[in-house]
């Protein structure tokens, strides 16, 4: 009775926070982040419900919060959400991801704290001391955890374990060491090891099932335990006639399971997701029956099931080109790193599309791209990328780490990350009827970027490239920088300056030249931050911009005006020959870990041919900052 009375009191502390948050604050406080309550009142909860005795209320511990969120999940919620009010929290929290259920996020926080060394629950982490969100994802993974003992070693064993925690932990703090030696007196010291393991590294662990096969007299089934602990596995097995078995693949297990001979439909590992793992396609066989999702334009984060998304396309410009296309891309998880906690496998896409007026008639082309993380603790991911137009065809491959500290938006108020990238590419231009000559070109790229970004939408980004190849004309190097600085001032105006610069040789091949005629081939041709429509016709040196915007900011649209610069060094003209480009209009922009905008310069000091200084024009960008 007490629990059904304090499960709607959470409720409706939960609902009156959530409405508060559109008040503005006062002067006698500031406003309540919409999870401080919720974590306090969880953190009551746990310790009523574990009979804790202490009087330590200034010390916490991960296991309170993840005790009664277990017990929440045990009691009729369904589909293992551990309070149903935070689905009004989290579009509070994470704007761009509002559509993510309490369920997906407990499943990509937990992958994280498995797999993403993010934190560890330890005796010596100062709880109390942690960000609100640091608490919380803490309190969701001990959650994964706490479940996934209690479903091993079952409900009579678990209370067990805790009511002997509870007893013997002179504080909150040492709950932890207590839990696991209390498991090595109940249980074994193995599985108390293997817990150990689990809490105090926050590695990553996964079960797979390699295979079935039948024998003489029975069925074999192949599965490994991979990562750096383990638990028991539980085995589902479903006849053809749809009948159900439960077997059990035990801790020290090495070699394959074997069961009596039956005709085998489907089998599948830990049915019931209580084992703290989120790469879960590997868990069922036969792989591809019932795990492949074909979804059009998005697809929200998921381990169990093969996800194919489809995205059309279609691009225009002020000049009269058009570009259309298809993109299907598919994998495990979304590659939201590191704005967000979701790690990706074996990314796989399809593009088709066609361009025009280059040629008479369409033309028409593909891409094709892989990546897949070599090295998930190290941060460190690969990619393969293949492409063939009527013109130009070519293949790259590279790597790209991910290096120094890095924060996320879940962890606190700012995400910050560092990354390097090494790319060697070879690519073919055929058609002299567009390009000079026919040109083969071996080029290595190398690239730096770091983006600071906080919710209130204060950004710092650097991004610097570098590449070095070989051309008909012989070796060239280009360089390009940029820098972004925007904030938000008073709550509600945004302001911003966005300076570039680059240099490349002269040997470089026309289609890496700082012009927009090439942009949609190549991003080392592009010249992104003048805001104008300048349309270079000569091969150039050397160039800076910059632009300057300020505007009304939305809660991620900005609506602003704009005003930029551009001069450049052409080869015939030189710097002092040539006239700096203006530009100045309004437009709509997102920034964060990408940008969207759409552009409107309606004055330009150097239009195109045919047009008017003051003109009605337009110009869209999609940057990903990742």
Known sequence: MRSKVKFKFLFMILAVSLAAQSIPP?????????????????????RTLSNWEGDSLDQGSWFFGSYAMLLLSNNGKGENVPYAGLEAAIPALWSDFKYLTPRYLIELAGGTLSNGNLMSIRKDLVFSKLRTEERFILAVAGFGYLRMLQGTVGDSLFTILINDAMELSAGPSGITDELIKSMSIHCCDDLAYQFEKALISSRWSDVNLNYVRTRQDSIEIGIEHLGVWHFPVQVLVISTDGDSAQYTYALNQTGP????????????LDADHLLAEYYRYNNRWPRLRNNIHIQPFGALPDWTNYRVTINPSIWSDWDGEKRIGLKLTSGFGVDLWPAYPSDYRHRTSVEFNGHTPYDSSMSWGGRMSYSHPINLDKRLFSHLRAHTYDDWSGISIGLTRYVGKQTFLIQGPRLIYQRVGLAFEYDQYGDSLIWDQNQDIHIVKGAYSGLSLTKQGDRVYIRVKLASGEGPQGNFSIFKAQTDLSGVFWGWVVGGVQFETGFQSESTPDPYQFTHQYAWQDGLAAIPTFRGQTKLTEN???????????GYWMSGI???????????????????????????????????????????????????????PWAWRYQARLVWNL
Do not use: C, R
Not at 26 to 46: C, K, N, Q, R, W
């Open 26 to 46: 006062d002067s006698t406080g500031a406003p309540v982040h919409p999870l401080d309550l919720y974590l306090d009142e969880i953190d009551e909860m746990g």
């Open 257 to 268: 399971l074997t069961i009596p001979k039956i005709d085998v439909a489907e089998v599948v």
């Open 540 to 550: 150039t040196n050397e160039y800076m911009g910059l632009s300057i915007s300020g």
């Open 558 to 612: 900005q609506i602003k005006v704009f005003t930029s610069s551009l001069i450049i060094d052409m080869d015939e003209v030189g710097w002092g020959g040539v006239k700096p480009h203006y530009a100045a209009g309004f437009g709509f922009e997102h920034k964060s870990f990408f940008t969207a905008g759409l552009y409107f310069p309606i004055w330009q000091s150097h239009p195109l041919e045919g047009e008017e």
